[in-house]
Each structure stands twice: as C-alpha cells, then as structure tokens.
C-alpha cells in the first residue's frame, strides 16, 4: 500500500504539495529555529535539574513531584504526531505562532499557581505548545530557507538541541543561587515572545489547506499519539516504581503497545492514511531512524553519567555540575558552521563515522575515571565529546533529508520528534537502572571482601577508630564511626565502578552505531 502523508485523494494532495515559498529573512528564521529548539530541550533539562526546588515550593512528595517532569515531555511526545498534519493544514508559520505565544503565557502563568495540580497543568500546556517546535522547524530549514542555507540551519538546530541538553545546569544552578525557582520556568517564558517575532518576520506564510481536515486520518493520528506518550511515560517513571513489578508501568505499557500496534494496522489498512509506510519507511530512512534513536540515547546516557558522578561521588552542586557540562556546549558555536561547511563537500556517512567514532573514543577516556576525579578531569574527554555529538547529529539529520522527497519534510519532523524524545527517555531509563544495579552489584562484591576482614580491611577500620577516638565518648562510638566511613568509602567506590561500567557499555553501543552506518546506502538523487 502506498504512503507517506499519502492515501487517495489525501496522498495526492501531500506527496504534490504546493510550491514551498523561500523566506526572504532568513537569518531571522533561522533565529526562529534556534530559539525552538533551545526552549524544547532547554526547559526540560532545567526542570530536571531544578525538581527537587520545586517540589519544596509548592510542596510537594517526592512520588507527587515526580511527575512535573514527566507531565511536560509525555505533552510534547502526545502533540508530534499531529504537528506535522497540523503544519501540512495551516502551515508552520500559524502553528508556531500560536504555539510560541501559549508556551509563553503557559510558563508566566505556571509559578503563580503554586499548587501541584497548577503546575502539572501548565507544565501540560507548556509541553503541547513546544512539542510542535522541532517538527515544524525542520520543516522550515528544508522548505523555505535558500538552498545555500538549508546545511547551515540544520547545523544550527543541532547546536541548539547540544546546548540547551548541557547549559541547562548553569542556567538551574545560577538562578537557585540568586533569584527564585520561579525563574525556572520565567527564563525560558521570556523566549517566547522573541521566538513569536522571529517566525512572523522570518518565515512565510502558506495558505491554509482546510480542505485536509476532512480528509485527515484522526485515528491514525490519535493512536499514534496516545500510544507512544503512554510508553513514553511508562519508560520515565519505570526506574522510580521498579518497573514490570509496577502494576501502573505494566499497564503503561501495554496500553501503549496496543494502541501503537492499531496505529500500525490503521494506516495498512486506512483508505487515506495519515503517514504512508511504504513511502517514507524505505531506504535508509529505517536504519537512519534507529541510529537517531541509538544517537539520543548515546547523548542522554552520557549527560547523565557525568553530572550524576560529580553529585554522587564528589557532591558537586547544579551550579559546578554546568561548569563541566559547559565544556560540551560552549564548542557548538564554532563547530556548527564548520560541519555545514565540511557537510557542502563531504559524504555525509563519513562525516557521521567520524562524529560516533569521537563520542566512542570520549566515554574510553572517561571510562578511566578514579574516585579522585574532579569536573576538570573531564576536559579531554568532553571536548572530544562536544565535537563528536556535534558531527553525528547534524550529518545524520541532513543525511534523512537527503534520501526523502521533499514532499515528506514535515513527516520527518515528527519523525524526528518521536524518535528524538524515545531514544532520549531509552538512554535515561536505561543509564539509570544501569547504574543502579550495577553500583548494587559492585556494592555487594566490596561488602563481602570488607566482612571476609583482608589485612587492608583490618588496617583501615584501626587506623579510622585511632583518628577518631579522640572525638569519641569511647570506643564503641569510635568503632561506629570508622564503620560509617568505611561504609560510605565502600559505597563511593562502587559508584565509581558501576560510572565506569557506564561508560563503557555506552562505548559499545558506538561500536554498533558504526556498524549500522557501515550499512548506509548512498543518498538517491533527488
């Protein structure tokens, strides 16, 4: 069967869509596209960094707050499917325009509530409003901007998804230290109306397409949004509630997985199908969507292991965290124009080899980390990280464009949306229970060597009650003690470990990442 945003009268109209019309400011658009994408990944990285300031606000449990965070990406994931439809009928420039200016009002308003069900509710808004942003500017880049530039936006959106992932911790720890957690959401309010303006100015306005409403698959478009922000929201409270031994996480999922499989058999069978599998589902496009998924995964694992590190083991607080974290995002600036220019002349497959082959070689480097490591330490390996990610990500989105017609942009941006936000939420579930289970692992094997009592045991634990012993109202609190320090050095140790493990299995999914590259056809000439 035929599709792509395709099917009878509806396919003919989406796969011979009217002539797309250049933007005559397009920096300004561009603009446009930089401010979307840092607000979408930006304010969600910042409510993750900031949750626990939150929840002490508006006071609320730990359970409770949990899911603030959830709430605003589940929103984004439930709107992707529908924005590329949504940008096909009224056009990116409406649907941005409307979408900047109610996150805007929906971030303002959301601190004043002071309520968890207040924040909860705009944080929903918030996220249906942005979930739009990344689809539609992809559509943008491709469709509107001049050829010449089209390489250089799309190396633009890239940078912004790699800062907003890793400035998000100086923004949290600089406005906790001195303004209010109310500024966690007003920072990103503030954007808005600069994005609302760059859109009005920089990108054209298309005619509506109202005609394609009646035509639109709704229930395509309804099961595929339900049932991916259902698995979503399964996959980012799985760790929390211990996951199949959650009755709420087991229904997550399979509500999610049934309605994702009557997406599928909707659009096989559907007479005008919302997305058609056979026309945007060839190629490439299948591999290059799972290494979008393994990419995201790669990223969110990695700005996971090291902050967590620098809080577990070293207690470094949200403020010192971005100043590590930093070392990522600061280089994007003058890497973004370097790939657009490389991406003009070289295969974008090799350019991409390169980019996985230096984040593989930076979690090597950081897989030799010590208890002793400090944000500093991480430097080589960071920079190193911060050119490879910036590589992979824009050669690989640019190389998706290349092998579809254009009359499948907008479908790519949801595509891209989809895969972005499960391969994100994979690689944080799965770093998370990773690191967990194996610090329980590690934890284990060093308690059993403590009570086993080995000479450095024996030595240890003596030399901790003699120092502590004068302190001590005797020496049965002299020996508790030394057994705490000794506790928590076994515990920091294990941390340690199980951070290195991390990085290493991370490695190995770059080894498969270069594997599936190794598969990649070239582009088909458009």
């Known amino acids: 069967m035929s599709v792509g945003l395709a099917g009878g009268r509806l396919s003919r109209i989406l796969l011979r869509p009217a002539q797309p019309i250049l933007t005559h400011h397009p920096i300004v658009g561009l603009l446009g596209v930089m401010l979307g994408a840092l607000i979408s990944t930006l304010t969600s990285r910042i409510t993750t960094f900031g949750l626990a300031d939150i929840r002490g606000a508006i006071g609320a449990g730990f359970d409770e707050g949990a899911w603030i965070t959830t709430a ?18 009224f056009g990116p420039r409406r649907v941005l325009l409307v979408s900047s200016l109610t996150y ?44 010449r ?3 250089y936006g799309i190396a633009v959106y890239a940078m912004n998804v790699e800062l907003s ?75 929390r509630l211990d996951w199949f031994n959650s009755g709420l996480i087991t229904g997550l999922f399979l509500a999610g997985g049934l309605l994702v499989t009557a997406f599928v058999v909707q659009e096989l069978t559907c007479p005008k199908p919302w997305i058609t599998f056979s026309a945007l589902f060839r190629g490439n496009i299948p591999l290059l969507c ?73 979690c090597w480097l950081a897989s030799h980390l010590t208890a002793d490591w400090v944000g500093a330490d991480f430097l080589p390996s960071q920079m190193l990280q911060a050119f490879g990610q910036s590589f992979a990500m824009t050669s690989l989105i640019y190389f998706n464009i290349k092998n579809l017609s254009q009359a499948h942009i907008l479908a790519l941006g949801a595509l891209l949306q989809t895969s972005r936000l499960l391969g994100g ?15 329980q692992f590690h934890s284990f094997r060093l308690v059993s060597d403590v009570v086993a009592g080995g000479t450095d045991t024996v030595h240890r634990l003596a030399g901790g009650m003699a120092r502590l012993a004068a302190r001590s109202t005797g020496s049965e609190e002299a020996t508790d003690r030394a057994l705490s320090l000794l506790a928590a050095a076994v515990r920091k140790q294990a941390y340690v470990l199980a951070y290195i493990d991390g990085f290493v299995v991370i490695a190995w999914f770059i080894v498969g990442g270069l594997l599936l590259i190794a598969l990649l056809r070239p582009a088909p000439k458009q």
């Open 290 to 362: 799972l290494l979008l998924v393994l990419l995201r995964l790669i990223m969110l694992s990695t700005a996971y292991l090291v902050p967590q590190f620098l809080i577990t083991v070293n207690n470094y607080r949200a403020l010192e965290v971005g100043d590590t974290l930093l070392l990522i995002a600061l280089p994007q600036f003058l890497l973004a124009p370097l790939v657009g220019t490389l991406l003009r002349h070289a295969d974008p497959r090799v350019v991409m080899a390169a980019g996985f082959a230096a984040v593989g070689t930076a």
């Open 72 to 89: 605003y990406t589940v929103a984004q994931m439930l709107v992707a499917p529908a924005a590329a439809f949504l940008g096909v009928v």
């Open 425 to 439: 939420e994979l690689g944080a579930a799965f770093m998370q229970t990773f690191v967990r289970v194996r610090e």
């Open 149 to 151: 530039y089209v390489v």
């Open 165 to 239: 992932l890793n400035f998000a911790a100086s923004v949290e720890g600089w406005v906790i230290e001195h303004l209010d957690w109310r500024w966690l959401f007003w920072d990103t309010a503030l954007l808005a109306p600069l994005m609302a303006l760059c859109v009005h100015f920089g990108m054209p306005a298309e005619p509506v397409r109202r005609d394609l409403l009646k035509d639109g698959d709704w229930w395509g478009i309804a099961y595929a949004s339900l049932g991916f922000a259902l698995l979503y929201a399964g996959l980012d409270q799985g760790n």
């Open 104 to 147: 805007g009002l929906a971030m303002l308003a959301l601190p004043l509530t002071g309520t968890l069900t207040g924040v909860l509710t705009f944080q929903l808004l918030a996220g249906l409003s942005s979930g739009t942003f990344i689809p539609l500017t992809i559509g943008f880049i491709v469709r509107n901007l001049p050829p």
